[in-house]
């Protein structure tokens, strides 16, 4: 079973800066089953970012995935208020189980 | 508007057994497969199970193996969880997540997510 570590496992930022979060799987897999998702508090898991790059549907243009391999990170240009959540990495392709990372909790400074 | 309610959620006692659902809307249900993602208090999430597009295949995760099962009625556009033998360790919110694909291997991502349906295992 790949193991996926996110890191670092929470972080506190100010509204308008830049950050990184890191997903990095046990072993080589195909970018195109790398996932994203964000959860806000009390809210049900959202869809961000599939196939390690692409946006999800009406995804605003400020979160980016990139990667490959065993390294993936997101990428959110700008910080706005509604993106300090909890954010997971998934890997669903090949066969189950489609494990998640343990999260990243993006915390308001 | 795609849809997924969740509902069947509650409180049992371990060694316990409950049924639940998720009704889904908005899209062809049976184009695509399910899954059940649960999340503990105050941990991260877990994939439970899934099963494909026409029924006829379905996964679990080792933590629940024999002891869940996962079936879907396509004439009603719904999935459900049957949940036996539980456990403490069973308490979680349960998610219903649609995959963007029909089969389970390889698998799709997952969206949208239903609201979730809480389980609690107690005494």
């Known amino acids: 079973e790949i193991v996926l570590t996110q890191s670092p496992g929470s972080l506190s930022l100010s509204p308008g800066e830049r950050v990184t979060l890191s997903c990095r799987a046990s072993q080589t897999v195909s970018s195109n089953y790398l996932a994203w998702y964000q959860q806000r508090p009390g809210q049900a898991p959202r869809l961000l970012i599939y196939?390690?790059?692409t946006r999800a549907t009406g995804i605003p243009d400020r979160f980016s995935g990139s990667g490959s391999g065993t390294d993936f990170t997101l990428t959110i240009s700008r910080l706005e208020p509604e993106d300090f959540a909890v954010y997971y990495c998934q890997l669903f392709g090949d066969s189950p189980p489609y494990s998640f990372g343990q999260g990243t909790k993006l915390e308001i400074k | 508007e795609v849809q997924l309610v969740e509902s069947g959620g509650g409180l049992v006692h371990p060694g316990g057994s409950l049924r639940l659902s998720c009704a889904a809307s908005g899209f062809t249900f049976n184009n695509y497969a399910m899954n059940w993602v649960r999340q503990a208090p105050g941990k991260g999430l877990e994939w439970v199970s899934g099963i494909s597009g026409t029924g006829h295949t379905a996964y679990y995760a080792d933590s629940v193996k024999g002891r869940f099962t996962i079936s879907r009625d396509n004439s009603k556009n719904t999935v459900f969880l049957q949940l036996n033998s539980l456990r403490a360790e069973d308490t979680a919110v349960y998610y219903c997540?649609?995959?963007?694909?029909?089969?389970?291997?390889?698998?799709?991502?997952?969206?949208?997510w239903g609201q979730g349906t809480l389980v609690t295992v107690s005494s």
């Open positions: 196939a390690a790059s």
């Open positions: 997540a649609k995959s963007s694909i029909v089969v389970l291997v390889p698998g799709g991502y997952f969206d949208p």
